[in-house]
């Protein structure tokens, strides 16, 4: 949080130290017409999508449900803009199903490796926007694996290209111009890291409305691409409908992406999420954010039996409705901000808590307290004890990956520890936007 921020939330106590309850996002709300707003949002053309940008109206609270939190379209013939000067799958709204696919590069060289970035551009230009597969010739394999039918539909896919710490080894000549920050993820002092499940040359995040959408985009992807990359790990991923609206649940129970940077907002985007020229990162990097992916299996026989108010105390809101901790009504927003100025004890709100340690709210953390969180839920399957193993994609962005590393190391303290083991993922850097037909991913850095 900035200091302007904690300034507002200053602004927003009441003399008497108790909270005055004011949903930080009525100025928004005001200014797009409240639920006008939330039907223009879904009802943009392409064409008009492309004109605002990357980003749709956004919002965390309730009276957002298809806002940023996700996507609920059931439309299959709307897609969102690849091109532009950031990727997409970023700052738009998260679609409901999701695949994090890992590769190993196999390319040759880097001659080999810039066919390799031009084979996804087009593939991703084309699943992205929709349309009628070439028709293959007589005795050849079929163009397409009519999974989605006739027609590819583009469903709302985002097709979103990232690099690892390992490209820029010795194969290719990239190292001087790797991304300042970017490192191979290391563990922290909880984490059970699998190799099966981390790190890679390169990441690609699917996401769409349906999960044929994007086992086709998968399919199509590594049937253009088997001579340049070779798949490390894949994570299949979603996210639940909203109960009973707004922000969707997680596996834990309790809604989880209420706080985030306003996706509409450029000016704070390009503050906290998108690099800036002019850095002491590599000029072509501008555009671009850090990616970092934990996969985090949630223990949920245990959390299962802890008392309610206990869980909330961990993750430092309520329950069912979301709300901070200072608001006791089962029927209080979720959109209310946590604000910690009369709890500097953590009487209400524990000072190890999830939301008080990933954000304070101090002078001292402002400047690492502000990630763009779009996460999904996963299911692994049994483990070898016959537990299912479910959990979480976590997914984040950010201008620094030294935010990331900040927060992640406050909250190795958080008393959710006990719930959690991290098992996998990776940091990446994922690449500025493709700007035309002529461009492709990773152009600045190859060129
Ligand atoms: C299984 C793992 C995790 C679960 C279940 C989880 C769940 C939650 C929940 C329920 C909230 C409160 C609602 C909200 O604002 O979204 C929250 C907030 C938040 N989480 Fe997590 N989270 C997890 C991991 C992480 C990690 C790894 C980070 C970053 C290192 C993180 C950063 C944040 C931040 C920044 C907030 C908002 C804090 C605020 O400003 O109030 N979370 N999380």
Request: charge should be negative; hydrophobic fraction near 35%.
């Amino acid at each position: 949080m900035s200091d302007q921020q904690l300034d507002h939330a200053d602004d927003r106590r009441a003399g008497d130290g108790s909270a005055r309850l004011v949903p930080r996002r009525s100025v928004l709300r005001g200014l797009l017409g409240g639920a006008a707003a939330v039907v223009a949002a879904n009802s943009v053309t392409p064409g008009v999508a492309h004109a605002l940008g990357t980003n749709r109206p956004t919002g965390g609270g309730s009276d957002y449900e298809d806002g940023f939190n996700t996507l609920a379209s059931e439309d299959s013939t709307r897609s969102i803009p690849f091109y532009g000067e950031h990727q997409a799958g970023i700052g738009t709204p998260p679609q409901t199903a999701a695949a994090f696919l890992a590769f190993d590069v196999t390319a040759a060289n880097r001659a080999e490796l810039t066919d390799l970035f031009r084979t996804l551009t087009a593939r991703a230009a084309f699943l992205t926007a929709g349309g009628t597969p070439a028709q293959a010739q007589p005795n050849q394999p079929p163009a397409d694996d009519r999974l989605l039918g006739p027609t590819v539909l583009p469903d709302d896919l985002t097709v979103t290209v990232a690099l690892g710490a390992s490209l820029f080894d010795g194969r290719y000549g990239l190292g001087p111009r790797k991304p300042a920050q970017l490192e191979t993820m290391r563990a922290f002092p909880h984490d059970a890291l699998d190799p099966a499940i981390s790190d890679g040359d390169l990441l690609v995040q699917l996401c769409a409305n349906h999960h044929d959408t994007v086992g086709h985009a998968m399919l199509d992807l590594l049937q253009h691409t088997g001579g340049g990359m070779r798949l490390r790990w894949r994570m299949e991923a979603f996210r639940f409908p909203p109960r009973p609206v707004g922000i969707p649940r997680d596996w834990m129970g309790f809604k989880d992406g209420i706080t985030n940077p306003d996706t509409s907002d450029a000016g704070q985007m390009n503050q906290e999420v998108w690099l800036q020229p002019g850095t002491p990162e590599p000029a072509w990097t501008a555009g671009g954010t850090y990616q970092v992916i934990r996969i985090i299996r949630m223990l949920l026989d245990k959390w299962s039996q802890v008392p309610v108010d206990q869980q909330e105390h961990i993750f430092g809101r309520r329950k069912l409705s979301g709300a901070p901790l200072y608001a006791t009504s089962p029927t209080a927003s979720d959109t209310l901000d946590p604000v910690y100025t009369n709890d500097p004890q953590g009487l209400l709100t524990p000072l190890n808590c999830h939301i008080r340690l990933a954000n304070p709210q101090t002078p001292q953390t402002a400047a690492t307290s502000a990630i763009l969180r779009r996460s999904f839920q996963y299911d692994r399957s049994l483990d070898p004890a016959g537990v299912p193993n479910l959990g979480h994609v976590f997914c984040c962005f950010q201008q620094q990956l030294n935010t990331y590393t900040t927060m992640q190391t406050r909250l190795e303290d958080e008393i959710l520890v006990p719930y959690i083991t991290p098992m996998g993922g990776g940091y990446f850097f994922a690449v500025p936007g493709v700007r035309n037909a002529q461009d492709y991913f990773a152009s600045g850095l190859l060129a």
